[in-house]
């Protein structure tokens, strides 16, 4: 009886490292680091910097803390891994903005120059896009803590290609607003 008692505890003790371990590496996996490539400091062709560090994801003068999965709740500025977009998909995007920002443009009467103007900003969008490999890439988002709040409804998100990073922005009330940044590593 003596000896069963020991292995039942013995096992008992296995069974509770084993679910320690899991639990462990678990947590390890939704909290991941970043991937080496992203890190570096980044310049768009308007010399806006993105630095990015293991610990940072600095998009301009904001100063986001690298915490790798979408946190429950910050009161800060974080940046994490969220979902993947691909080329097929960003078309989708800009072709749904770019058809309400004309539309609401319509319906307003907004001044031929200014729809002009948003015609030219989409085709700049396009032209970003077209380097692009029709590759899926695994998207970085940052999240301010007023975001948190729901105080936007707007999307900022990031990607990496085999040369280059992107920014897209994209305001569900002002279509118009849709850009995609390209950034070179400096």
Known sequence: MQIRFHSVMGARALRGMGMALALAFSLNAVAETINPRWVGVWYSDTKQRLG????QFNPGAEKC????????????????YEGSISKAQ???QLQQ??????????RKSIPSADVQSIK???????????GMPGNIFRVIKTLAADDQQG??????YFFLDQKQLYNVMSCETA?????????KKG
């Open 175 to 183: 279509p118009d607003a849709f850009s995609i940044r390209v950034y």
């Open 97 to 106: 903005a770019e058809k309400a920002a004309l539309d609401t443009a319509q």
């Open 65 to 80: 803390k690298w915490v790798g999965a979408r946190p429950a709740k910050s009161s800060t500025c974080v940046a994490f």
């Open 151 to 156: 105080a936007t409804d707007c999307s900022d």
């Open 90 to 92: 960003l078309t989708i």
């Open 120 to 130: 030219d900003d989409f085709k700049r969008n396009r032209q970003a896009m077209e």
């Open 52 to 55: 990015v560090s293991e610990q």
